[in-house]
């Protein structure tokens, strides 16, 4: 059974720092591309940043510079510097091959003073 499972999130004032996980079971990371999308109340969900089965890492423009991914072992990181009110949301992974998907279930990032 394949699982991804979110973690990390929480309250962090504005200017502040947060990393979130993915971590996955019954998939190997490397053969996907993993995702990370973030939804926020009222909105539609939106891509955040991917890296490639290949190890290529491709961001938004309200992630290039500030977010970072890194993909040890069986984990997806999403290192979020920086971090503004607008980035509020709930945060998702998805691992994505051909037409098969899996996403997790979310982690709340709220970025409030």
């Known amino acids: 059974q394949v699982q991804l499972v979110e973690s990390g999130g929480g309250l962090v004032q504005p200017g502040g720092s947060l990393r979130l996980s993915c971590v996955t079971s019954g998939i190997i990371v490397y053969a996907f591309h993993m995702d990370w999308y973030r939804q926020a109340p009222g909105r539609q969900r939106e891509f955040v940043a991917r890296?490639?089965?290949?190890?290529n890492a491709h961001y938004s423009d309200f992630a290039r510079g500030r977010f970072t991914l890194s993909r040890p072992n069986n984990t997806m990181y999403l290192q979020m510097n920086g971090l503004q009110p607008n980035d509020t949301a709930v945060y998702y992974c998805?691992?994505?091959?051909?037409?098969?998907?899996?996403w997790g279930q979310g982690t709340q990032v709220t970025v409030s003073s």
């Open positions: 890296i490639t089965s290949g190890g």
């Open positions: 998805r691992a994505i091959r051909s037409s098969t998907e899996y």
